[in-house]
C-alpha cells in the first residue's frame, strides 16, 4: 500500500496480490470491483457446490423451490420418479424464465412466453406449432431445459454445481463443511419450516460471509442485545473461543470449550446438575455419546459458526443464512428455518422465536449488521478510500493448531480473525485457479502447526 | 351493542370517528419518536405480528402468507415490542443512530366489525423512512388491528401486518408499523 497517494486512473485489481496471507492485508477493491465480481461467479460460485434447499422443502412429486447459483436462476424440483432435480430456470427456446413463483407445486412447467411445455426433469414434453409451424424440424430431446451439472445431498441438505469436473459433494465439504451439517443433526431427523426471512443488504456478500467468523463485533454491534439481556456475554462474547479450518475455504469460528470446561461440565451434569445456562445446555446436548462420536474429539467441544464455502452459514438458532450476490454492493439474505422432527412442544415455541427474533431484518442482533456491512462496502468505493487496506492480522503469528489422533483439528485461541483469513485465502485461491483440477491441485492445507 | 353493520349511521360515524383519532394519534406519537408514550397505547396481551410473504402461483395463493405461530418477521408481545423500545435508549442501536425518519400514511380505514368492547379495523398504510442523507424506504401494507376499549380508553389488542413485497427490500426493519 501506497505510503503516499496520488489519483491516477484506477488499475485493475491483481488478484495475486490482494490479499497477503502473512500480513492479513486485504486489497478493499475485492468488495467494490465490477470485474472482480463478476470473476467470482464464474470462478467461484460457477465452480462450487451451491447450498440449494432442503429436501423436506419439497417432499412431494411436483414440489418446487426457486433459487440462485450465483446470478443463475435455479428450480428444485421432485420429479415423478421423487428425485430432486435442479434446473436452470430459463427456457432453452428464448431465455425466459418457465418459473416465477418462489415455492409451490406444479404439474410442469410451461413458459409464458410460446408455451414450450417441460415435464419435472426438464425434458421438453411439446411445443405448440410443432407440425405446422417447425415442420417436425425440432429435436425436442434437444431442447430441454439444462439440468446443473451435478446434484447432491448431504443428510438432506440438497447442493448442485455448474462444474461437471467439480469432486463429490462429501468430498467438498471435507470433515469441516460436512461437521457444520452434522452439527445440525444432533438432535436427530430434521425439517425445514414453511417460510424463509428474505431481505437485501446494500453490501457486498462477502463482508456478510465474512461477519460470521467474527466475533470481535458483537460486544459492539450488538450491545443493545447484550445489554438489554437477549442475549448474554457467556453465550455471544466467550473467551474461550475454537477456529476449526477446512480445505478449500470451509470454516467454523466462534465459542469453543476447553477440555478444562467441558470436563467440568460433564462432572456437573453427572452429579444432577440441570442448569439451563447456554454453555450448560450446549455442553449437555453434546454429552450424548452418539453425539460426541458424531461431531468427534475437538468438534463437539465447537459452539461455533460454520461457513459452507462459500455463502452457506451454518447459524446457532436452527438457521442457515444464504447470501446470494446480486452485484457488488448488493446482497440478499436468506434465512432458513429448521427444527428437529421430534422436539418437545415447548422447546419447538423457544426455538421458533430465537428464529424469529434474532436475526433477519427485524431481529433483534441482525439489524444493526447491516448498518456496518453497507458502510463497509461503501468505505470500498472512494477514489482514495479504496486504496486503503482491510486489517484482518488480529491473532496472526500467536496460536497453534492442536491436533487429535482422531484427524481432527482446531484452534483454541481467543477472539481473533484466523477464520476471516482463511476465507479470503480460500477466495484468493478459488479466483487464481484456472479449473477444478487446478484449484485440487493447488489450494492450501489448514496451517499444522503456528498460525 | 348491536352489530357495527347494524348501527345506525350516526353511531358508525362516531365510532370510526374515535378510531380514526386513534390511529392518527398512534402514527404521531411513532413519527414523533414517542415511543414510550406509544407502549402505553397497547394492551397487556397485545400481539404484534408479520407473517413472511411469498410469490406464489396465482392457483397457490393460499401459501402466499405465512401461517401464526410459524415463522414471522415480527411475532411480538408486549415484552418484546418493549425490548424494541428500550433497545433505542441504552445506545448502540446502530441502525437507528442516527435516528430514521418517518412517516405514517394510514388509509381507507375500515370499522369491520365492532363486537363487546373490541373493534377490528382494518387500514391501508404507507411508511416512508429515510436514514442518513440519502438512504430511502417505502413499505405499502394492510394493517388488520383490534382496538380494545379499557377503562373508557381505546388501546391496540392486536396488529397484523401485511405488507407487499416478499423480498424485504431494505437493510433492516428498526421501525414498527
Known amino acids: 500500500m501506497p505510503e503516499s497517494f496520488i489519483a491516477t486512473d484506477r488499475a485493475a485489481v491483481d488478484i495475486a496480490a490482494c490479499y497477503d496471507a502473512a500480513t492479513g492485508i486485504l486489497d478493499r477493491r475485492i468488495f467494490s470491483d465490477e470485474a472482480v465480481y463478476q470473476r467470482e461467479l464464474t470462478h467461484i460460485f460457477g465452480r462450487a457446490w451451491n447450498f440449494i434447499c432442503h429436501e423436506s422443502q419439497i417432499p412431494q412429486r411436483g414440489n418446487f423451490f426457486t433459487s440462485y447459483i450465483g446470478e443463475d436462476e435455479v428450480i428444485a424440483v421432485r420429479d415423478r420418479r421423487r428425485q430432486i432435480n435442479v434446473l436452470l430456470n430459463t427456457c432453452p427456446h428464448r431465455g425466459n424464465t418457465v418459473c416465477r413463483a418462489e415455492l409451490g407445486s406444479v404439474n410442469s412447467f410451461f413458459c409464458s412466453y410460446h408455451g414450450w411445455n417441460f415435464d419435472l426433469d426438464g425434458t421438453l414434453l411439446a411445443v405448440p406449432g410443432e407440425e405446422a409451424f417447425y415442420r417436425n424440424d425440432l429435436d425436442k430431446k434437444k431442447w430441454g431445459l439444462t439440468p446443473v451439472a451435478k446434484v447432491a445431498s448431504y443428510k438432506g441438505f440438497v447442493f448442485a454445481t455448474l462444474d461437471p469436473s467439480a469432486p463429490a459433494l462429501t468430498d467438498y465439504l471435507g470433515w469441516v463443511g460436512r461437521l457444520g451439517i452434522d452439527m445440525m443433526t444432533i438432535d436427530g431427523e430434521i425439517e425445514f419450516l414453511d417460510g424463509v426471512h428474505k431481505n437485501r443488504i446494500q453490501c457486498n456478500w462477502k463482508i456478510a460471509v465474512d461477519n460470521l467468523y467474527d466475533w470481535y463485533h458483537v460486544k459492539v454491534s450488538h450491545g443493545t442485545a447484550l445489554k438489554l439481556g437477549f442475549v448474554t456475554d457467556e453465550s455471544m462474547a466467550p473467551n474461550d473461543q475454537m477456529v476449526i479450518l477446512g480445505e478449500l475455504g470451509h470454516g467454523i469460528g466462534g465459542p469453543g470449550l476447553t477440555r478444562e470446561k467441558q470436563a467440568e461440565f460433564d462432572a456437573r451434569h453427572a452429579e444432577g446438575d440441570d442448569r439451563q445456562q447456554w454453555y450448560d445446555f450446549n455442553a449437555k446436548r453434546r454429552s450424548d455419546p452418539a453425539v460426541r462420536e458424531l461431531l468427534g474429539p475437538i468438534g463437539f467441544r465447537s459452539f461455533g459458526h460454520p461457513n459452507i464455502f462459500p455463502n452457506l452459514w451454518v447459524a446457532l438458532t436452527r438457521q442457515l443464512c444464504l447470501r446470494i450476490p446480486k452485484g457488488p454492493f448488493e446482497t440478499e439474505l436468506w434465512w432458513f428455518n429448521y427444527q428437529p422432527v421430534n422436539l418437545p412442544e415447548e422447546q419447538r415455541r423457544y426455538s421458533k422465536f430465537m428464529q424469529n427474533h434474532t436475526f433477519g431484518p427485524a431481529g433483534l442482533l441482525e439489524q444493526d449488521d447491516g448498518e456496518n456491512w453497507s458502510h463497509s462496502t461503501r468505505g470500498a468505493r472512494g477514489t482514495r478510500s479504496s486504496t486503503l487496506p482491510v486489517n484482518l492480522s488480529m491473532g496472526l503469528g500467536h496460536d497453534t493448531m492442536s491436533h487429535d489422533p482422531s484427524g481432527q483439528s482446531g484452534i483454541e485461541t481467543v477472539v481473533s480473525e484466523h477464520g476471516q483469513r482463511w476465507h479470503y485465502q480460500a477466495w484468493q485461491e478459488w479466483m487464481l485457479a484456472e479449473s477444478w483440477q487446478d484449484l485440487l491441485a493447488n489450494h492450501s492445507l489448514p496451517p499444522e502447526h503456528e498460525v | ?177
Not at chain 2, 370499522?111 to 442518513?132: G, K, M, P, S, W
Open chain 2, 1 to 177: 351493542m348491536r352489530d357495527y353493520q347494524q348501527r345506525s349511521i350516526q353511531e358508525r360515524m362516531q365510532l370510526r370517528f374515535e378510531v380514526e383519532e386513534f390511529l392518527y394519534h398512534e402514527a404521531e406519537l411513532l413519527d414523533s419518536r414517542r415511543l414510550d408514550d406509544w407502549l402505553e397505547l397497547l394492551t397487556d396481551d397485545i400481539h404484534y405480528w408479520m407473517p413472511i410473504r411469498r410469490t406464489t402461483q396465482a392457483k397457490e395463493v393460499q401459501l402466499e402468507f405465512t401461517k401464526p405461530g410459524g415463522m414471522a418477521f415480527f411475532d411480538d408481545d408486549k415484552e418484546l415490542l418493549s425490548l424494541r423500545v428500550q433497545r433505542l435508549a441504552v445506545g448502540r442501536a446502530w441502525a437507528e443512530d442516527p435516528p430514521s425518519r418517518t412517516r405514517h400514511m394510514i388509509t381507507n380505514i375500515q370499522v369491520i366489525d365492532a363486537v363487546a368492547d373490541e373493534i377490528t379495523v382494518h387500514c391501508n398504510f404507507q411508511l416512508y423512512r429515510t436514514r442518513l442523507n440519502s438512504e430511502e424506504d417505502s413499505w405499502i401494507g394492510r394493517r388488520e388491528d383490534v382496538l380494545r376499549r379499557t377503562d373508557g380508553e381505546l388501546k391496540l389488542a392486536r396488529r397484523h401486518v401485511y405488507l407487499e413485497q416478499t423480498v424485504i427490500l431494505s437493510q433492516n426493519m428498526s421501525t414498527l408499523f
